[in-house]
T-cell receptor, first 113, second 113 residues
Framework: SAVISQKPSRDICQRGTSLTIQCQVD?????MFWYRQQPGQSLTLIAT?????????ESGFVIDKFPISRPNLTFSTLTVSNMSPEDSSIYLC??????????FGQGTRLTVV | EDKVVQSPLSLVVHEGDTVTLNCSYE??????LLWYKQEKKAPTFLFML????IEKKSGRLSSILDKKELFSILNITATQTGDSAIYLC?????????????FGQGTILTVHP
């Protein structure tokens, strides 16, 4: 299985600021996915990040709020911009694995105050 | 729009009990159904199901898919307190949605000693 390192593990941020979450994979992958899990809710896909092209965002998510970078086949970042308390969530990156369609990083627990 | 519905939303049992968790789905271009266990932040992969009627088993956990009736069940026998978690069902659609997962709301399982 792929090993995914996601940083930071958790953070508490002031409203109006931005946080960049990093996701590093130990093997080259074509697609990386970013999910959000709001408190008490299930996982919702934010966007799909492909290397060499712009990310594809799901309905309800926009690039200005959640800019994504994918500089190479092993790394991606998600930025949560101009944060408000409603952005308090767990953010997860995932990649496809050999035995599963989605293998997740450890997640980032974000609290906006 | 793809849809995944899990039931029950929560379940409280005692150690040794057997539980059955349900997942129904509506999705175009079905590719696979996945079960995850979420204890803290990152969902842990349990099973991936692609074919009807073939049971996947791992220890006390087992799962089966019915593609005709569009549902899956996850069984846990002889439950232990360590089984307490959120169990998530997700469906992967093919075509242009390849690789993206649609998650159900999750079932919160609590196992008392």
């Amino acid at each position: 299985s792929a090993v995914i390192s996601q940083k930071p593990s958790r953070d508490i941020c002031q409203r109006g600021t931005s946080l960049t979450i990093q996701c590093q994979v130990d093997s080259q992958v074509t697609m990386m996915f970013w999910y959000r899990q709001q408190p008490g809710q299930s996982l919702t896909l934010i966007a799909t990040a492909n290397q060499g092209s712009e990310a594809t965002y799901e309905s309800g998510f926009v690039i200005d709020k959640f800019p994504i970078s994918r500089p190479n086949l092993t790394f991606s970042t998600l930025t949560v911009s101009n944060m408000s308390p409603e952005d308090s969530s767990i953010y997860l990156c995932s990649v496809r694995g050999a035995q599963t369609e989605a293998f997740f990083g450890q997640g980032t627990r974000l609290t906006v105050v | 729009e793809d849809k995944v519905v899990q039931s029950p939303l929560s379940l409280v049992v005692h150690e040794g009990d057997t539980v059955t968790l349900n997942c129904s789905y509506e999705v175009t271009n079905f590719r696979s159904l996945l079960w995850y266990k979420q204890e803290k932040k990152a969902p842990t992969f349990l099973f991936m199901l692609t074919s009807s009627g073939i049971e996947k088993k791992s220890g006390r956990l087992s799962s089966i898919l019915d593609k005709k009736e569009l549902f899956s069940i996850l069984n846990i026998t002889a439950t232990q307190t360590g089984d307490s978690a959120i169990y998530l069902c997700a469906v992967n659609a093919g075509g242009t949605s390849y690789g993206k997962l649609t998650f159900g709301q999750g079932t919160i399982l609590t196992v008392h000693p």
